[in-house]
């Protein structure tokens, strides 16, 4: 199936702004995505994850989603203004029941978002890692590649 990451996005943010008011998201999405391969309830499940992650560990400043052509590719980026996560860390948070730190009751979990998201992205033929800007000292973000759909293009709205 070919996937509007527009949509997919702003269902995913609806949602996410529906069980935490509270936050601020902002979106960027670009006008000229191309569509993606795979399944859009994969990519919604996806986004729910890093913006889940966002609300639990980001702190109180806005998170942001970005989404933007590269090339023939899709970059997809859920950004917070967290504490981060130390460099050494930045691969193994994507392993099944992997938490950092002690489980300390105000952000429960088991562990399994980010695998389940990597394991979604790389089945839709994508990538998936995260950064925590060293020069900042906090902050986490989570980038996704896709491949576009060669020549396609989604309306511009
Ligand atoms: P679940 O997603 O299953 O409810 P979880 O959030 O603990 O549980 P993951 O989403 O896989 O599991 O994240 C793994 C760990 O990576 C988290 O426990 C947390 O320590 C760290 N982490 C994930 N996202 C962020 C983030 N945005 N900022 C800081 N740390 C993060
Ligand atoms: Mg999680």
Avoid: C
């Avoid at 993606?36 to 109180?60: M, P, R, T």
């Avoid at 050494?88 to 992997?98: G, N, P, Q, S, T």
């Avoid at 979604?120 to 060293?134: D, L, N, R, T, Y």
């Amino acid at each position: 199936d070919w996937v509007d990451v527009t949509d997919v996005i702003q269902s995913a943010v609806d949602r996410t702004r529906k069980y935490s008011p509270g936050r601020a998201i902002e979106t960027g999405i670009a006008p000229d995505l191309p569509l993606i391969k795979g399944d859009s309830v994969l990519l919604g499940q996806v986004l729910f994850n890093l913006l889940d992650n966002a609300v639990k560990y980001g702190g109180e400043e806005p998170i942001n989603v970005y989404a933007r052509r590269d090339g023939a590719d899709v970059l997809i980026s859920v950004t917070d203004l967290g504490k981060g996560i130390p460099s050494e860390d930045l691969d193994r948070v994507f392993e099944k029941f992997y938490r950092r730190g002690k489980p300390d009751g105000r952000a429960p979990g088991t562990g399994l978002g980010l695998s389940i998201a990597r394991g979604f992205v790389e089945a839709m033929g994508g990538k998936i890692h995260a950064e925590s800007p060293a020069l900042k000292k906090r902050g986490t973000r989570v980038v996704m590649r896709f491949p576009g759909a060669e020549g396609s293009r989604t309306e511009p709205r």
